[in-house]
């Protein structure tokens, strides 16, 4: 574009310049004409030389028939004659005549002498009759006469030269007229086709800009990757279809989240990723507007989808269409990377359902309660799931502060041996007793900290208060402490460790952190980094809810876990479905495999107990064998062992706590 406006530019000059230099040249040729007309009109030498030579021979003529006849006539024709030839040469002195005469030193010496002797005849031309005047005439006349008929003769030649050098001029001027028409002729042209080649530039200029802004204006209305209208493009639509709605219509929003994209993120890589998510556009594309080509789809982000639907009012179609889509992401896709499972799980909300004023916020809260419910679950918006919402705002609220004030407390509960009934370790759980509100579970308010990154400090504080309290217990007692996958992926989480430790004086080898297996999931090389970190610290590792991720065994062989704790519905569900109870048995080898200890938790009833002790798992966990309460609650059984039964011991601290009565006692 550049190259082709300095072409413009170059053109443009150059023909301007022909034109002034055009007009110049018109203006220089046209004074110049003007010129050479002006020297052809004027006063012609040529023919005053010859009426000169004419009227000079006549005097002669005159004064030599005066002289042969004698009549008065002739003579005063002689006279006559005389007068007039004295004022022809008195034109010859002046004027265009005497430049001619002067052009030559000759010929103004001859022509002054002839003026002389002219005028010297006077007297003599007065006394015409006397014979000697006579004479004297005719003698001067003889001498006179050649000279005029030399200069008239020479005027004759001037002019015929001056008459050649202007027809020269002429036609020369002629001739740069002609090329100064061509010249206008081919600027002529070239403006033209300059003016149609630029016309047709600009007019290509303006359709690649309207192309691009058509680009930009779609670019910044749609996901690049999908093509799919993005969240302004949809709420645009959202608000039309609104105002267009008539009594016929419900517009239902349905907040689709795709169930393990992050797995096949994880696991496939990005490209793998994009492929699925490209496919899910298309497949929802269609469903949607089969259904109705008003309907809208948009990738808002990540996996997360939302449509727009036109329904028929009244006609509690929603669901009908949420399952289709659901069954139909429950089919492999199909993508350059092979067949990708996938699923999904849908919140819808109605404009019939008139509970919120913003249906992309009931069907985004449905949504969260379809994924709490399990995958490939579609749920309709509710009134109480605002109340859901009201309270994690609360809660989000107040967690800022529940640090600071001391609300956030660990209770413990113990770890044992299933066969001994040892105490082996205390896990330290949080208890948040909101002041207006009661106790809060942690697992409703860790998951509103990780969201609003107060899970740092409860985290901090967690690790520090069990430390602090791990000094007055028995030293083979260990203390495990959660983490969660923020602190781990966020948080300068080795430096907090290390130095929680060592301002407690507490050997690492005590603390056992507790990752959850979904924290497997996030970004799997930066946590098995940060893992192997931790462990060089001399803390141990445990793999905490194992079995309800997405169990990937490839982690578990590429970090060295020093503990497996198999989750409690595991347990709860072995009576009921011996499966269960061969995945425990499973995952007891697979322990063994790795070098860990298996850890069995959620154990309620002593059915579950003797199931275990079957096993031979290492460490069994659950209200059988005490819930989680205060290290207070704690202190007189740790301390009874202390002091009771084990009073002999050198280091009383290092003596087994035997919870046997403790268990027999609570249940
Ligand atoms: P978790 O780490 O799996 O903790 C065990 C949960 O099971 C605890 O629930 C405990 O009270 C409960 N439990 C123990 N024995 C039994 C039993 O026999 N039957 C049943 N039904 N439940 C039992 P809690 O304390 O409500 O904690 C829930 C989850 O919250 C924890 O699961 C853990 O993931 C998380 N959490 C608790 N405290 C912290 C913490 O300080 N930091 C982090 N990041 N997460 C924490
Ligand atoms: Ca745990
Ligand atoms: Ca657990």
Redesign the pocket.
Known sequence: MPTAFNLFRVIAISVVSCLTLAAISHHYLFNATENVVGRSMRHDIAWTGTNGRLEAAHFEKYVARFGALGTTKDAEAAQLYYQILRSRLSTWNSGVFRKFIESSPERLELLNTVTARVENLETDIARIEMPDARKRVLDALSEISPVIEQIGAETFINSMQQSSAVRDDLRYHQELYYWLFIALMLSGVIAIVFTAYQNRSLRLAHLAEAKQADKLFFLARHDSLTKLPNRSAFEAAYTSALERKTGDDQIVIAAIDLDGFKSVNDLLGHAAGDAVLIAVSKLLTAETLNQDSRNVVCRIGGDEFLALLWMPSNAPMSMEFANRILKTLSRPLETRFGEIMIGASIGMATSEDNAVDDLIVSADLALTRAKVAGKGVALSFQPDMLVDLKRRLRLEADLGLAVAADQIK??Y?PKVDPSTLQLTGL?????WRHPELGWI???EF?PIAEGSGA?FK??KM?LDAACRDAISIPSDISIS????VL?ILNDDIVDVVKQVLSSHRVPASRLTL?I?ESVMMTDTEKVLDVLTNLKKLGVRISL??FGTGYSALSYLARFNWDEL?I??SFI?GALCDPMNLTIIRTVKILAQEIDAKLTI????THEQHELLRGIGCDTA????FG??VPLADLEPLLLGALTGKQTKGKDEKKLPVDLTDYVIAIN
Not at 481 to 484: G, R, T
Not at 601 to 604: A, K, L, N, S, T
Request: glycine share 8%.
């Open positions: 660990p209770y509960q896990e330290a759980l949080a208890r579970s942690p697992a860790v899970i409860i985290g967690m402490v959660n983490l969660s602190q507790e959850t905490d809810d704790k989750d409690r709860q938790e959620g154990v309620e966990q659950g209200y059988l819930p989680p």
